[in-house]
């Protein structure tokens, strides 16, 4: 059964450092996403694309946030400069019916 | 602000019982998406339901969305250890494309 796939599965950095993370969508999908879950907290969105742009964007997701699709397959989120509080699990979501969303194991971003 | 209220929190019960988990908005949805958390892992799909009265049934878990499309319940008939877990709802509405999360409620079936 095709899935989300994430790496990596843990990242450490340090703060003000500049961070990427990797999905790769299902492969027949054409929406993506972004969310994120602080530790005990509920999953909250981060940003929508479709088309090759960003269609929906939460307050969250500032000028130190952007995400890409470079080719075919990979669906990334950058972050610029990491702060304390951009520690969470930040997961990957895909689908074919926009609200049929099926998401990845995640990435733990650990900001010390 | 959508925010999606589920309840109980958490709920711990004996093999073999029945549960109920409730999730209920101010807000009408488009379609509500119940997924499964395990520690550490990302959500697992369960059901979507679309249409306001519609019931879906998987396997002992039975999904109902409210006609009037704003809450939602997740039932397990004879409830075993395997279905202990996370269980969330999401609300989807088309004009956002995102989904609303709620807090979740924690399921602790016993043997």
């Known amino acids: 059964e095709p899935e989300v796939t994430q790496t990596p599965s843990h990242q450490v950095t340090q703060m003000g450092q500049e961070v990427i993370l990797r999905c790769v969508p299902i492969s027949n999908h054409l929406y993506f996403y972004w969310y994120r879950q602080i530790l005990g907290q509920k999953v909250e969105f981060l940003v929508s694309?479709?088309?090759?742009?960003?269609?929906?964007k939460s307050e969250i997701f500032d000028d130190q946030f952007s995400v890409e699709r470079p080719d075919g397959s990979n669906f990334t989120l950058k972050i610029r400069s990491t702060k304390l509080e951009d520690s969470a699990m930040y997961f990957c979501?895909?689908?074919?019916?926009?609200?049929?969303?099926?998401f990845g194991p995640g990435t733990r971003l650990t900001v010390t | 602000t959508q925010l999606l209220e589920q309840s109980p929190q958490f709920l711990s019960i004996q093999e073999g019982e029945n549960l109920t988990v409730y999730c209920n908005s101010s807000?009408?949805?488009?379609?509500l998406q119940w997924y499964r958390q395990e520690p550490g892992e990302g959500p697992v799909l369960l059901v979507t339901v679309v249409t306001g009265g519609e019931v879906k049934k998987l396997k002992r878990l039975t999904f109902q969305f409210g006609d009037a499309r704003k809450d939602s319940s997740l039932h397990i008939t004879a409830a075993q250890p395997g279905d202990t877990g996370l269980y969330l709802c999401?609300?989807?509405?088309?004009?956002?494309?995102?989904?609303?999360f709620g807090g979740g409620t924690r399921v602790l079936v016993k043997p």
């Open positions: 807000s009408v949805f488009s379609s």
């Open positions: 979501a895909s689908s074919f019916a926009v609200y049929e969303q099926y």
């Open positions: 999401a609300g989807f509405k088309a004009a956002g494309n995102k989904l609303t």
């Open positions: 694309f479709y088309n090759n742009e960003i269609s929906e």
